[in-house]
C-alpha cells in the first residue's frame, strides 16, 4: 500500500471510531504533513482520496472537513427479539417470492444479494481463465476433481497464512461456492429433525437450508454491533440437544456484526465444552472497509470444531461458483459427501481464480472494492437520513454491503415489499431472515451498486411508501 493510502486509511478509521466527528475540521496540510513526517502533496493525494470517498469535503479557504452523512440522525436499531422455541422452518416460498423480484434488472437492486458486477475485475479476471486453462495438464483436468485445483489450494492455504491460521491442505475442500460448502457441512454433522443454533436474523438461505434437511431451528438474537448474544448461546446449550451452530463471526448477513476477538474465543469455549461443530460463514470477510479482515473462530479452534466456509462470490468472482471449506475434524467426510453428489466445481474455473489470486493484483482489487462499498454506504446513510421517518433505526456496518432497517411498527414489510416492487424498487424484508417469521417492520438494503441519481429516487420513492402506514 503507498504511503498516501495508508496515510487516508488512518484517517478513514478515526472517522468510523467517531474520534472525528460529522463536519468537524481534520488535520490542514501543513499540520499533517509537519506532524506525520509526510510531504504535503502525499497529504493532498489521502485527502483527495478521501474526498472520492466521500468521507471528506473541502470548504473554500476553510480546510477539510468530515462530511455530514456521518452525522447518524438516525438511531441504532435494537435487540429486540426474545428467544422462541425451537421451530420447523419454513420460509422457502416466501424467499423464492423475493428473489423472483430481483430478476428484472429496471428494479433499483436495494433487495439484491450480490454488489454490482461493475465493480469485479471482469475483465482481468477473463485473462487469467486463459492463463489458467493453457497452463492446466490433461492429467490435472481429471486429478484435480477430487482435490482441488492444487495452485488454488495453495493460495487459499496461503491467505489463512497471512490472517495467522496455520492451515493443513488436507482439511481443504474447494466446493460450488459458500453455499455448496454449508450445506455439505451441515449434511455432515446432522440427522434429520436435529436441533441447530442460528442467528436471528439470519441469512434466508441458511433457513432454506434448515428447511430442506428437516432441522429444527433455535434461534439466537444479534445485537447489530456486537452480534451473537453469547449469555442466551450458553443458556440455550446447556438446555438443548443442539448437534450444530451455524453463525456469522464477522459482518453479518443482515445485520452486519461482528465479534470482538474476545467474544470470539469465548463463543469457541463454549462449543468446546459443549463439544458442538460450529459452521463459520464467513463470506464477507473481505469487505471489511479499510483492512485485511480480522482473525474468524476458526483461529482459536484446537480440536477441529470450527468449519470454516467462504467463497470468492462477494468479493472477486460472482457466477463462476468458487467456495471452499475448512473441514477442520469433518474435512474428510464432507470431502466424500462432495464427491457423492456434484463431484467437483469446474477446474477451468478454478484455474482462472488460482491465476488471478497469483498475477492479478488480488490485494488492490479489494482496497479498490472496500473503498467504493464504504462511499456507496455513506450515500446510502444520507439518504436514508433525507427520505426515512425519524422513528428509522439503522445500523452502519463496518464493512460488506447491507444496512438492516428497522422502520416504525406499524410498517409491514411484506407490504412495503410489493408497493415498492409496483414502483420498480426492490428490498429484503425482515421476515425471510427469520425462522419464526419476525422482524416484520424491519428490511434489509443492498448498498452494493454503484450511487445514482436513480439509487436516489429510489430511496425517495421508499420513503414516500413509508408515509402511507
Ligand atoms: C451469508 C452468506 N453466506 C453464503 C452465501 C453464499 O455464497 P456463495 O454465492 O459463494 O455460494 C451468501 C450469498 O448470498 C451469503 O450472503
Sequence with gaps: MKRYEQFADEIATLIRQGVLGPGERIPSVRQASH??????????????????????????????????HARRLLGEPRMTLQPTDPAEVEVSELVFSVLDSLQDDRTVPFGSAFPS???????????????????????????????????????????????????????????????????????????????????SPAFYASLQVLERLKLR?????????????????????????????WFMSHLQNPLGASLSKERKQALYQLLKQHQVPMLEDD??????????????????????????????SKCLAPGYRVGWVAGGRYAEAISRLKLMTTISPSIPAQAAIADYLQHGGYDRHLRKLRHALEAQQGSMLASADRHFPTQTRITRPAGGYFLWVEFPEQVDS????????????????????????????????????????????????????????
Design 35 to 68: 506532524r506525520h513526517g509526510i510531504s504535503p502533496s502525499t497529504v493532498f493525494q489521502a485527502y483527495y482520496l478521501l474526498e472520492n470517498r466521500g468521507l471528506i469535503t473541502a470548504r473554500a479557504r476553510s480546510g477539510y472537513f468530515v462530511r455530514e
Design 117 to 199: 458486477p461493475e465493480l469485479f475485475p471482469l475483465s482481468r479476471l477473463s485473462t487469467s481463465m486463459t492463463r489458467g486453462l493453457r497452463a492446466l495438464s490433461p492429467q490435472q483436468v481429471v486429478a484435480d476433481m477430487t482435490t482441488g485445483h492444487i495452485d488454488l489450494c495453495r493460495q487459499i492455504a496461503l491467505r489463512y497464512m497471512l490472517g495467522g491460521i496455520q492451515l493443513p491442505m488436507e482439511e481443504l475442500v474447494i466446493t460450488n461456492g459458500a453455499m455448496e460448502a454449508l450445506n455439505l457441512a451441515l449434511q455432515c454433522v446432522t440427522q434429520p429433525g436435529d436441533l441447530v443454533a442460528i442467528e
Design 217 to 245: 431451528a433455535v434461534e439466537i438474537p444479534v445485537h447489530p454491533r456486537e452480534g451473537i448474544d453469547l449469555e442466551i448461546l450458553a443458556e440455550r446449550l446447556e438446555a438443548l440437544p443442539i448437534k450444530a451452530c
Design 283 to 312: 463470506v464477507y470477510a473481505e469487505l471489511t472497509f479499510g483492512s485485511s479482515p480480522p482473525a474468524p473462530v476458526k483461529a482459536f479452534d484446537e480440536e477441529g470444531l470450527v468449519i470454516h466456509c467462504s467463497s470468492f
Design 414 to 469: 411484506l407490504r412495503l415489499f410489493n408497493m415498492a416492487r409496483d414502483h420498480g424498487v426492490s428490498l429484503a424484508p425482515g421476515p425471510i431472515f427469520s425462522a419464526t417469521q419476525q422482524f416484520r417492520h424491519c428490511v434489509r438494503l443492498s448498498y452494493g451498486h454503484p450511487w445514482t441519481a436513480r439509487s436516489e429516487r429510489g430511496m425517495e420513492t421508499l420513503g414516500q411508501l413509508l408515509n402511507l402506514f
